[in-house]
């Protein structure tokens, strides 16, 4: 095992009406205005605006609104978010939606805090050492943003996806209210499902001895999130199946599922975001569509950790060989994906690309990451082509 | 499933070689003039205390210290601590050791930064509303006081044990090396273990309906610990067991084993209290010996959840009827603390108490209570008496 850090110091307020408490939590961080930020979606449809800022007016506390973040978030919005704030000396920002929300938010409340264009920080140029505090109201269980310390950003220009981390952006709450997920369509619902388990995949896939807590739990959180997740295929208003993947979602990717195993993997991750960087399609679909095709390309270089995710967390009686056991593991969460109507290649995922796209898509990813992803198995620019062409044809 | 808030804003920092963070962790609170904290045995014995100075004067950090913390630590060391730390303008206390030194740490800290007596905190008389920042550095496996809100204390006059929570204890950081507790007397290490498994089984046993991912989280927890306590009880210098238990007794006390099943039972915490607060027994040995007596007596209302219990934590083959599975769950828990040395009685915890010694802990118990304790059933002094009575006579 590896020596670790964990640092969770976001407060969760977890349940029903949970939201009706934001201007008193927000009052206890004793801030002078508030900006809130939000999507095009959840966050006015069925009045939970108004009910935030009923809740704000309630506790006395000013505050101005920016909404229109879109999926895959852009820097042109967060530009415009950071001239706001400092005009109108917002010091603290609440993003009411889903990872989309607090990532922007999060990159606001550098751009804020800080001299300096924030691009710098996502394109890897310096670290940060101010950030606003922020605060979320989730309405989507996905990204885990509401408790981890990442955020990505695409810039407009040539859909440049880059994420950054750093403990500064940790959210100081988030209410995680799991009635406010259930009006999302069925495919977002089932993207964020495939997210949230593969926060906790890309820890687990690693080459480094681990703890066995910290594999237990992560079998815990894979297989409560896909019991749970083909409950809301039939059932998409079950409030406990919401509330165990909401609170998943958030353990998935707060660092828990990492503790002593190292810093993961995120292959996956780093190829889907120059996909959706690309076609602009769900984060999590995408995930889902790339997941096998990594799997079956770097499997054997860590065959005793498939065979543990293909018995544990899979289920799979085992077979003959470790091999034939990690493969039937790999099918089986591709049965699975399937089973929440997530793709599994490129082409259920509604993607036609050429090979010239490949091509482009692997070198960005390469220059993103400096040479080379993985940790399972270091890939370079041939491998990610394979990976690539491997999703198409499948 | 209840709402609930989780909140654990502790920096971990672990494994080998961390202490030696210290310094720099300390320099990034910006405080000036550091409390160490300390007792009577491991901090001094193998140069920790040297290593931690040198690390602090590395940094260019102002500390004096205070040792003499005892098991159950007092409150006249605490009022000790707080005159000092006035006296000598300390800003930041610095807890080297196990539960006891953490909690009398914490005592001395909310004493420093409030008017008023801090014993009427452990008393119910108010709730504290500042408390000076703390870290430690964990020299035993058990007590989770390391992330945890809570503090229990000792006065000194009648030996009165009395607990207080509150978030603003919980510590900035707190440095975890497993290898500073291998060094550890066997009974210690076996004590803390069982305090471990208390404090998951303390939140596990609810009358309340939990969610699925807390359950199996918590029945990680304990199929780990147990593992890896019987592992230690053989080769106490394993480095990866001892790791295993260090995390689990932060996880286990942290509020993750708890959320959504409400608050707990924790009256067999109540009743060791009294017990250790008469006869000065380790604490986590005074709970094996109370569990068992107090299981006999309650699983019938919560009969589901013992079944559970015994199937899923103590892997248990079903019986015929779910009253037996639950009999086999406690039976497996007994035979698993006599497995490593913990007692099961409170003759084998070396204790002989008299009907009148029995009757004064329950009586002072519900005194502490405020009339009844329990939440799978709720006991008053009768049933604290009986409980007592049956774990003198087995």
Redesign the interface.
């Known amino acids: ?9 976001t ?6 009406d ?1 939201e009706q408490q934001v201007g008193e939590l927000i009052k206890a961080q004793h801030c002078n205005k508030v900006l809130i930020h939000y999507g095009n979606q959840s966050a006015k449809k069925f009045g939970l605006l108004d009910r935030i800022k009923a809740s704000l007016d309630n506790a006395s506390i000013a505050y101005i609104e920016l909404g229109g973040v879109v999926p895959n978030p852009l820097l042109s919005l967060v530009y415009q978010g950071i001239e706001l704030c400092k005009q109108e000396q917002v010091d603290f920002i609440l993003a009411v939606g889903g990872g989309s929300v607090i990532d922007s938010a999060k990159a606001i409340a550098y751009g804020v805090a800080e001299e300096g264009d924030v691009w710098d920080l996502f394109d890897g140029k310096r670290q940060a050492t101010a950030c606003l505090p922020i605060a979320t109201v989730l309405t989507i269980s996905a990204a885990g943003s509401e408790m981890s310390d990442g955020s990505v950003i695409t810039k407009d220009e040539g859909g440049i996806k880059r994420g950054y981390s750093n403990d500064l952006s940790r959210p100081k709450f988030s209410i995680l209210n799991p009635e406010l997920t259930v009006t999302l369509p069925d495919y977002q619902t089932a993207s964020g499902n495939a997210d949230i388990l593969m926060h906790t995949m890309e820890r687990y896939f690693t080459p480094n001895a681990t ?4 594999d ?2 992560a079998e ?2 894979l ?2 999130v896909m ?2 997740a083909q409950i809301l295929v039939k059932d998409p208003k079950n409030y ?1 199946a919401r ?2 993947i909401m ?2 979602g958030s ?1 998935s990717h707060n660092g828990l599922t990492g ?2 195993g190292g810093n993961g993997d995120w292959a996956t991750h780093m190829l889907e975001h120059e996909l959706s960087g690309m076609f602009d399609v769900t984060h999590g679909a995408g995930l889902a569509a790339m997941w096998g095709h990594w799997a079956r390309y770097v499997y054997r270089d860590i065959l005793p950790r498939f065979e543990r995710f293909a018995i544990h967390a899979m289920g799979v009686t085992p077979a003959k060989t470790a091999e034939q056991t990690a493969l039937k593991g790999i099918e089986a969460m591709e049965n699975f994906f399937r089973s929440i109507n997530m793709p599994t290649n490129l082409t259920e995922l509604g993607v036609k690309v050429s090979t010239e796209q490949i091509t482009e898509m692997a070198q960005k990813c390469s220059i993103a990451s400096k040479g080379s992803i993985g940790a399972a198995k270091t890939l370079y620019e041939a491998d990610m082509i394979a990976i690539y062409t491997a999703a198409k044809e499948a």
């Open positions: 095992m590896q020596n670790f850090n964990y640092f969770t110091p407060k969760i307020v977890f349940g029903k949970t703890m066995e807590i910290t237990t739990i815990s959180i297989k409560t019991k749970n406990q509330a165990e609170w998943c353990l503790c002593g």
